[in-house]
């Protein structure tokens, strides 16, 4: 059964993409709404599940979960993707 509780933590965190999404359209810049919305949802997917998604293998003997780093991943995907995009042009031999 979904908890409601995380339900509303990724709903929000959607809105607050799409937030940040209608700053962006409105100055003009390539990543919009759409874009944010889903990067807010998957990220705090990600947080969900990294941190309460296995807590019934925490019953195991001589297992050990760090759920950090999961959440440390989030944080390194998107920066390692945004330096990509940001030398793409300069791979291509463009400026």
Known sequence: MWDWDHLIRVMFAGLCGALIGYERK??????GIRTHFI???GAA???VVSK??????????NLSL???RVAAQVI???CSIAVFISW???LRGRS
Not at 26 to 31: D, F, G, I, L, T
């Open 76 to 78: 390194i995907s998107p």
């Open 26 to 31: 409105s100055r003009m810049k390539e990543a």
């Open 88 to 90: 793409l042009p300069r």
């Open 66 to 68: 760090d759920p950090s």
């Open 39 to 41: 990067v807010g949802i």
């Open 52 to 61: 309460y998604g296995f807590q019934d293998q925490t019953a195991w003997p």
């Open 45 to 47: 997917l990600m947080m």
